[in-house]
């Protein structure tokens, strides 16, 4: 199933590459993306996805029951700007289960001072961290850095299902 649109174009040498894929099995969905570089990396892409990948670790280790939504948001970007990326702000995570798209909605990767709510235990969430290279457009999305994952939040800790 496909949730993008897809452009044709011809691969070459040094391309982002992002594979974002959706599967349902029994009644419940999971999501998963990664962002690599093809071939060698002639145009410097692979920092990005290396820091994408990192503060997407970071955020994990970050997320358990009782934690505020922002806060995760705020340290996503935070991070991001440490390594001299910006957050795409129109695109974020969600809470994901027996539909792909649930609870809590809208897991924003930049701080929503206005967002109180809290993870709660024991829910599935799909964080999906998207940077770009300062100089670049939205209208550019096929160089974002990107990974995704699927997860289970716990009063403890997060769970990975699927990386």
Same mark, same amino acid.
């Given at each position: 199933?496909?949730?993008?649109?897809?452009?044709?174009?011809?691969?070459?040498?040094?391309?982002?590459?992002?594979?974002?894929?959706?599967?349902?099995?029994?009644?419940?969905? &999971?999501? #998963?993306?990664?962002?690599?570089?093809?071939?060698?990396?002639?145009?410097? %892409?692979?920092?990005?996805? @290396? =820091?994408? /990948?990192?503060?997407?670790?970071? &955020?994990? #280790?970050?997320?358990?029951?009782?934690?505020?939504?922002?806060?995760?948001? %705020?340290?996503?970007?935070? @991070? =991001?700007? /440490?390594?001299?990326?910006?957050?795409?702000? #129109?695109?974020?995570?969600?809470?994901?289960?027996?539909?792909?798209?649930? %609870?809590?909605?809208?897991?924003?990767?930049? /701080?929503?001072?206005?967002?109180?709510?809290?993870?709660?235990?024991?829910?599935?969430?799909?964080?999906?961290?998207?940077?770009?290279?300062?100089?670049?457009?939205?209208?550019?999305?096929?160089?974002?850095?990107?990974?995704?994952?699927?997860?289970?939040?716990?009063?403890?800790?997060?769970?990975?299902?699927?990386?």
């Amino acid at each position: 199933m496909s949730r993008h649109s897809i452009k044709q174009k011809i691969l070459k040498e040094g391309d982002l590459i992002n594979i974002d894929v959706s599967a349902e099995l029994n009644g419940f969905w &999971a999501d #998963n993306g990664a962002s690599f570089v093809l071939g060698k990396d002639i145009n410097q %892409h692979q920092k990005l996805v @290396e =820091a994408s /990948k990192e503060i997407l670790r970071k &955020a994990i #280790n970050n997320i358990k029951g009782g934690v505020k939504i922002a806060d995760i948001g %705020h340290l996503i970007e935070t @991070e =991001a700007k /440490k390594r001299g990326y910006k957050v795409i702000k #129109n695109l974020g995570g969600h809470g994901i289960g027996r539909s792909l798209h649930e %609870h809590p909605e809208e897991l924003l990767n930049y /701080k929503n001072r206005f967002d109180q709510r809290l993870f709660k235990k024991i829910r599935l969430l799909l964080l999906k961290p998207l940077f770009q290279h300062p100089r670049l457009t939205l209208q550019n999305l096929t160089t974002d850095g990107q990974w995704l994952v699927t997860m289970v939040a716990t009063w403890r800790n997060m769970n990975i299902l699927f990386w």
